[in-house]
Structures are given as structure tokens and as C-alpha cells.
């Protein structure tokens, strides 16, 4: 009875975003197309207690050059082109992730964007990332 209770529950999230989240993000498609491709990519809901478990963790914190914690820098796993913000310590995290070699994208607004390549990923194997995000050189 739980499992049908979730699974029904799971499927009333992905209506709401076919039906709701989508129709009100086709008005950033030509707005901010950068942002409508990110959302497109991420806006899937996971049921992590169907997905196989391999094991893999990649976590970070994120400073700037003052050493001081960024809030809220978007931080997108490619190729998965999953996204999670930093928190109020700097720090982020992708649990339950496959084998692979991974890309980081780190953004936010003020701030050059940093791309973190060639993360490789073993099974059960945890990545701890220490990375510093440069300010905007205004011309």
C-alpha cells in the first residue's frame, strides 16, 4: 500500500511539471535560453529509492579568494546535467552517482564561471573538492 502511495505521488510531481513548471518555463526559452536548457536537463524527478546504487559520492566546498563560503553558487554535474546549489557553508554534494568522469560547472552571478574537468569516479569511491570561484575583472 506505501508503494502504490509513492508511486502515485511520484506521478502527480512529474504531472505538475509537465503540466505547470513546463508551460511557465517555455517564457524563458527566448528570455534566458541558457536557463530554460539547464532546466530542461534537471527537472526530472528521481525516485532514489528504485535507482541502483553505485556507490560514488562527489563533494565540494566553494570559497572565494577572501575565503569566505559562496551561497548559493549553481554547481552542474555534467554529463548527468544535474544541479544543486551550495549551501550556506559553501558546500555541495552528488550522492549515488556512477562510475564515470564528470565535469563540474560552478556559476553565480558576479563571479567567473569555473569548469572542474576530469573528475573520475570509481565505485565507491568519494571525491572531496576544495575550489576557489574568481570575482569579475570589470573592464
Do not use: H
Not at 32 to 52: C, H, I, M, T
Amino acid at each position: 500500500m506505501l508503494t502504490a502511495k509513492l508511486e502515485s505521488l511520484f506521478e502527480e510531481a512529474n504531472n505538475i511539471l509537465k503540466l505547470q513548471m513546463d508551460n511557465t518555463g517555455k517564457i524563458f526559452k527566448t528570455l534566458a535560453p541558457e536557463f530554460y536548457s539547464l532546466y530542461k536537463a534537471s527537472r526530472k524527478v528521481v525516485d532514489r529509492g528504485r535507482r541502483k546504487v553505485e556507490n560514488g559520492l562527489i563533494k565540494g566546498l566553494v570559497k572565494n579568494k577572501k575565503n569566505e563560503f559562496l551561497v548559493d553558487v549553481l554547481v552542474q554535474l555534467i554529463p548527468d546535467n544535474v544541479l544543486v546549489l551550495s549551501n550556506e557553508n559553501g558546500e555541495f554534494e552528488f550522492d549515488d552517482i556512477a562510475v564515470n568522469t564528470y565535469t563540474l560547472k560552478l556559476t553565480k552571478q558576479g563571479l567567473e564561471d569555473l569548469m572542474v574537468q576530469n573528475i573520475t569516479l570509481k565505485k565507491g569511491e568519494e571525491k572531496v573538492l576544495d575550489l576557489v570561484m574568481n570575482e569579475v575583472v570589470k573592464p
